[in-house]
T-cell receptor, first 113, second 110 residues
Framework: DAGVIQSPRHEVTEMGQEVTLRCKPI?????LFWYRQTMMRGLELLIY????????DSGMPEDRFSAKMPNASFSTLKIQPSEPRDSAVYFC???????????FGPGTRLTVL | QQQVKQSPQSLIVQKGGISIINCAYE??????FPWYQQFPGKGPALLIA?????SEKKEGRFTISFNKSAKQFSLHIMDSQPGDSATYFC?????????FGKGTRLHILP
């Protein structure tokens, strides 16, 4: 298995632009998680899905952030409009079961100028 | 009550020494305590995990010590090697909810 795949690996954009991050989980994993990592706040859970359904989005910082999972093999995290404080590394992770090992993708480094 | 406090923020250890990272949690409902290891430019990867029904778990040079009454757990890396230099995250979870500590940047001197 190729593991969790994320794209793009790096994204540089200007303030106000729309940003879309993509994730392909490991096949057969029922849970998908989106995290944001910064030096100040560490690793923060933004939202997670179970069987393509959003279960908990309490970590999504603002309405500018939205996430979808249209099918079991694809998810997106969208920021519109983007702001410089959104600059961070965004990780997608998937897992086979509740409270089990999470497999992280390589992350997307987002820079908003 | 959802916090996981991790210390120290950074740690420098001589090669061959013991690295110790500590975490404390507040919510007694947590029932799974994993440690993740992250190398620069990579995503975190599960290193070792423990459930609260045991006080210690060892895998090779890595040991988790768990103190349920104190609501604390720690990672010990024996015979630390330069290849262990990474950021380590503790976490606590119950069901779908997982909370990560802020991470410890470990550097092993050659």
């Amino acid at each position: 298995d190729a593991g969790v795949i994320q794209s793009p690996r790096h994204e540089v954009t200007e303030m106000g632009q729309e940003v879309t991050l993509r994730c392909k989980p490991i096949s057969g994993h029922d849970y998908l998680f989106w995290y944001r990592q910064t030096m100040m706040r560490g690793l923060e859970l933004l939202i997670y899905f179970n069987n393509n359904v959003p279960i908990d989005d309490s970590g999504m910082p603002e309405d500018r952030f939205s996430a979808k999972m249209p099918n079991a093999s694809f998810s997106t995290l969208k920021i519109q409009p983007s702001e410089p404080r959104d600059s961070a590394v965004y990780f997608c992770a998937s897992s086979l079961q509740r409270s089990g090992e999470q497999f992280f993708g390589p992350g997307t480094r987002l820079t908003v100028l | 009550q959802q916090q996981v406090k991790q210390s120290p923020q950074s740690l420098i250890v001589q090669k061959g020494g013991i690295s110790i990272i500590n975490c404390a949690y507040e919510n007694t409902a947590f029932d799974y305590f994993p440690w993740y290891q992250q190398f620069p430019g990579k995503g975190p990867a599960l290193l070792i995990a423990i459930r609260p029904d045991v006080s210690e778990k060892k895998e090779g040079r890595f040991t988790i010590s768990f103190n349920k009454s104190a609501k604390q757990f720690s990672l010990h890396i024996m015979d630390s090697q330069p290849g262990d230099s990474a950021t380590y995250f503790c976490a606590a979870s119950r069901g779908d909810k997982i909370i990560f500590g802020k991470g410890t940047r470990l550097h092993i001197l050659p």
